[in-house]
C-alpha cells in the first residue's frame, strides 16, 4: 500500500444466482479523504459496502488495510468493526428507547457493573467535541434524525475507526442538518479518518468531497479528483451513455390543454386529518399532474395520506368526478380508482420476505379479495410485463424483493399501483434515494401517464425536480396551505418565497 492510504481493495468479485453483482472492482481509500462512491441503484455500490463490512464474503479479490500485514479477512461486521472500520446507515441502527450515551457504549462495557458517571462523562467530553447538540442522558428517540446520525458517527470515531461509511446519511435531513453533518464530516477528515461517502445528491458531492468512485453494472468505471470531473461527465459515467439535460424533461409533454374549468377528477373541501394538518381545500384535473411542496414537517405528506384514508379525516368534503363519496380507509380510495405510493418504501410499501411479482400484484389482489387468488399464470404474466415496462433489474419475478435495490424496490411499488389501473395516482417521494437514471425514468413516466389522461399528485424535496414534473404546485407551511402556483409563478425562487411567507 501507498504511504498515506488506509484501504485498498482489489479485484473484488462477488456473486448471487443469476447476477453478476461485482466483477474485478477496485477502491483506494486514501487518509483525511472523503470519497463518494457513485452509480445507479444495482451498480453494485451497496455489495461493495458489505463486503468490505463482512456482511457479504468475497468471491475473489483482496483487502489492504493501513498497519495490517497482507490481505485483512473480514468475515463478518464485528471483525470489520475489530479492523476499524465503521458504518452509519440510512436507517439508524442504533436503540431509540436508550440514552445517548446508552447508544454511544452499548455492547462496549465488558465488566457486569457499568461506571455510568464515567460513560455519561466520556460522551459528554466527545459529543462537546464533535459539536453534536445533545445531552448524554437525553433519550435518543427525542433527538431529530441529524443528531441520530451524528451519535452514531461518535460512536464510531470513539471506537477510533480509520474508515468510516457514510450511506445515504443525508436522505432524511433537510439543509440546514445537512450542512451540520458536512461540518462534522469536515473535522474527521481533518482528525485524519478516511470516510466514504454514498450518497445520489450530486450538488452535495461537489460541495463536500475530494475524490469520487464510478460503478456501473458491477464493474468500476473510474476514480477521479473532483475538479476534473465536471457534473455532465458524471453523470454520463453513472448511466453508461450521454445525458440530455434534465430540464428538458417536460419538453414532450403539454400542460396547456388541462381544462382547469372542467370538473375535477378529485376535489376535497375543508379535508381535516389527525396528524396536525389543518382544514386545506384541494383538486387535481384530468391529465394534471401537480404536487404538494414545503420544507420537512409541512404537512405536504400528511395531506396525501389524509386524501388516501391512509390518515383518519376528521371533517371535511370529497368528490370524485363531482359525486360525494366517503373515504375512510384506503381500500375506499382504491375502489374509487386512487393509488398511493407512500413516502417510506420500507416501512410502508415493500413486503420484504414476499417475491418481486407477489408485491406487484398485491394492491390488484387486496381489491380482488384474497378469497379470488390469481392464477399462477396470471400473476406471472402481469409481473413479467411491469418488470419489461419498468425495466426492473431482477433476476426473475421469483427473487425476495428485498434483494433488490432501493431503487428497483421503488419501480415495483410503482408497477403494484399501475397495475390497479387508477384515475389518480399520488407518488410521495418517488424518487428519493434512487440514482439519477432512475429518477429521469419516473419523471418521464409520469408525465406519459398525465399524457394518457391520468391524474398525477407528485412530492419531491428537490424543488427543480417539482418544477420540472409539474403544471401546478400547492404550497405549505406548519401544517397549512399558504399558496398555489402555475404558470409562470412555477419558479424556484417564487416558491421560496411563498415557503418562507412572502419574504424573498
Same mark, same amino acid.
Given at each position: ?15 448471487? &444466482? ?16 472523503? !470519497? ?36 485483512? %479477512? ?6 470489520? #468493526? ?18 445517548? $450515551? ?32 445533545? %445531552? ?12 441520530? #446520525? ?11 475507526? /480509520? ?27 481533518? /482528525? *485524519? ?6 450518497? !445520489? ?14 460503478? =456501473? ?12 470531473? &465536471? =457534473? ?52 387535481? %384535473?384530468?391529465?394534471?399532474?401537480? *404536487? ?22 376528521? =371533517? ?7 359525486? &360525494? ?5 384506503? @381500500?375506499?380510495?382504491?375502489? %374509487? ?9 420500507? =416501512? ?28 399462477? $399464470? ?75 389522461? /391520468? ?34 409563478? @412555477? ?10 411567507? *412572502?419574504?424573498?
Amino acid at each position: 500500500m501507498e504511504q498515506g492510504t488506509v484501504l485498498e481493495m482489489r479485484g473484488i468479485c462477488k456473486y448471487f &444466482p443469476g447476477v453478476r453483482a461485482l466483477e474485478q472492482v477496485d477502491f483506494t481509500l486514501r487518509e483525511g479523504e472523503i !470519497h463518494a462512491l457513485m452509480g445507479e441503484n444495482g451498480a453494485g455500490k451497496s455489495t461493495l459496502i458489505k463486503v468490505l463490512t463482512g456482511v457479504y464474503p468475497k468471491d475473489a479479490g483482496a483487502i489492504y488495510l493501513a498497519g495490517v500485514d497482507g490481505q485483512v %479477512h473480514i468475515k463478518s461486521p464485528q471483525d470489520a #468493526q475489530n479492523n476499524g472500520i465503521a458504518t452509519v446507515y440510512q436507517e439508524i441502527t442504533l436503540c431509540p428507547n436508550l440514552t445517548v $450515551a446508552e447508544n454511544m457504549y452499548i455492547g462496549r462495557t465488558r465488566s457486569a457493573l457499568t461506571n455510568w458517571q464515567k460513560m455519561n462523562s466520556d460522551a459528554g467530553k466527545l459529543l462537546d467535541e464533535l459539536g453534536i447538540p445533545a %445531552h448524554p442522558k437525553q433519550q435518543l428517540g427525542n433527538c431529530s434524525i441529524a443528531v441520530q #446520525q451524528m451519535v452514531a458517527i461518535a460512536r464510531a470515531v470513539d471506537m477510533e475507526c /480509520k474508515v468510516l461509511i457514510l450511506d445515504e446519511p443525508t436522505s432524511s435531513l433537510d439543509e440546514q442538518e445537512v450542512q451540520k453533518l458536512f461540518g462534522l464530516m469536515r473535522d474527521l477528515k481533518k /482528525k *485524519g479518518v478516511g470516510i466514504i461517502f454514498v450518497t !445520489h445528491f450530486l450538488e452535495q458531492v461537489y460541495e463536500v468531497c475530494d475524490r469520487i468512485t464510478v460503478l =456501473r453494472d458491477g464493474q468500476l468505471v473510474g476514480e477521479y479528483i473532483i475538479e476534473d470531473l &465536471p =457534473r455532465v461527465q458524471l453523470v454520463s459515467k453513472m448511466l453508461g451513455k450521454d445525458f440530455d439535460d434534465m430540464a428538458d424533461i417536460k419538453s414532450d409533454s403539454d400542460t396547456d390543454n388541462i381544462d382547469y374549468s372542467s370538473t375535477p377528477v378529485y376535489e376535497a373541501i375543508g379535508l381535516t386529518g389527525t396528524t396536525g394538518i389543518k382544514p386545506f381545500d384541494f383538486r387535481i %384535473h384530468k391529465g394534471e399532474v401537480n *404536487g404538494f411542496t414545503g420544507l420537512l414537517g409541512s404537512g405536504r405528506s400528511e395531506s396525501v395520506r389524509a386524501i388516501f384514508g391512509a390518515d383518519r379525516v376528521t =371533517r371535511g368534503r370529497v368528490m370524485i368526478d363531482g359525486r &360525494p363519496v366517503k373515504i375512510r380507509k384506503p @381500500l375506499d380510495a382504491m375502489k %374509487h380508482g386512487i393509488s398511493y405510493l407512500p413516502e417510506d418504501r420500507k =416501512r410502508d410499501g415493500i413486503v420484504g420476505d414476499l417475491s418481486v411479482r407477489d408485491n406487484i400484484i398485491l394492491a390488484l389482489q387486496v381489491m380482488k379479495g384474497f378469497f379470488k387468488p390469481f392464477s399462477r $399464470a396470471q400473476a406471472e404474466q402481469f409481473a413479467d410485463e411491469y418488470i419489461k415496462l419498468l425495466n426492473i433489474k431482477t433476476a426473475s419475478s421469483e427473487t425476495p424483493i428485498k434483494s433488490l435495490s432501493g431503487g428497483n424496490q421503488q419501480k415495483v411499488i410503482l408497477a403494484r399501483w399501475l397495475l390497479a389501473n387508477p384515475v389518480y395516482l399520488i407518488l410521495d417521494e418517488p424518487t428519493r434515494g434512487i440514482d439519477v437514471g432512475t429518477k429521469v425514468e419516473i419523471q418521464k413516466l409520469v408525465l406519459k401517464l398525465a399524457a394518457e389522461g /391520468k391524474s398525477v399528485t407528485f412530492i419531491s424535496s428537490e424543488i427543480d425536480e417539482m418544477i420540472r414534473t409539474c403544471s401546478r404546485l400547492v404550497v405549505m407551511r406548519d401544517g397549512k396551505v399558504v399558496g398555489e402556483l402555475k404558470g409562470e409563478d @412555477l419558479n424556484q425562487n417564487k416558491i421560496m418565497a411563498t415557503i418562507a411567507g *412572502g419574504e424573498s
